[in-house]
């Protein structure tokens, strides 16, 4: 059986050529602002110090724990991270109605939060025991 031959959507090569250059550039710009300190700001968004680079290491215990802390560094300074952050919650919340957080259920208008803080270990909290009785 011979397959057809596949058209491709945009026909104009000019448009094609536009849509390859964007995808080029959103995959750079996180890279041009990490290297421009763009969108790095976690102190002002998050309120929390970022984490700081992590030294070269020198013992074998250093060495085990420095790729943990360069990813911490890594994700802290990230190039455009408080708006990509912001769009992808935007995205989740608005565009896919579900939450950011496993612990936050949002049906419509209402939404129910879990503090899993102060429960017992092995403890079930309203949510699950709702939602555990509705599917049998």
Not at 8 to 34: A, K, S, T, Y
Not at 50 to 61: D, E, I, K, S
Request: with cysteine.
């Amino acid at each position: 059986m011979n397959a057809a031959p596949q058209m491709p959507l945009v026909r104009d090569p000019l448009v094609q050529r536009i849509c390859v250059g964007l995808f080029i550039l959103l995959m750079m710009l996180p890279g041009i602002g990490q290297i421009t300190g763009i969108g790095c700001n976690v102190k002002a968004f998050e309120m929390r110090e970022p984490h700081v680079l992590p030294g070269w290491p020198q013992t074998a215990a250093n060495w085990v724990a420095w790729p943990g802390k360069f990813e911490a560094w890594l994700k802290d300074h990230f190039g455009f991270r408080n708006p990509l952050v912001l769009a992808n919650n935007a995205i989740r919340v608005r565009i896919l109605k579900t939450s950011t957080s496993s612990s936050v259920a949002m049906a419509g208008f209402f939404t129910l939060a879990s503090d899993r803080s102060n429960r017992p270990a092995g403890s079930t909290s309203f949510l699950q025991r709702s939602l555990i009785a509705g599917s049998t």
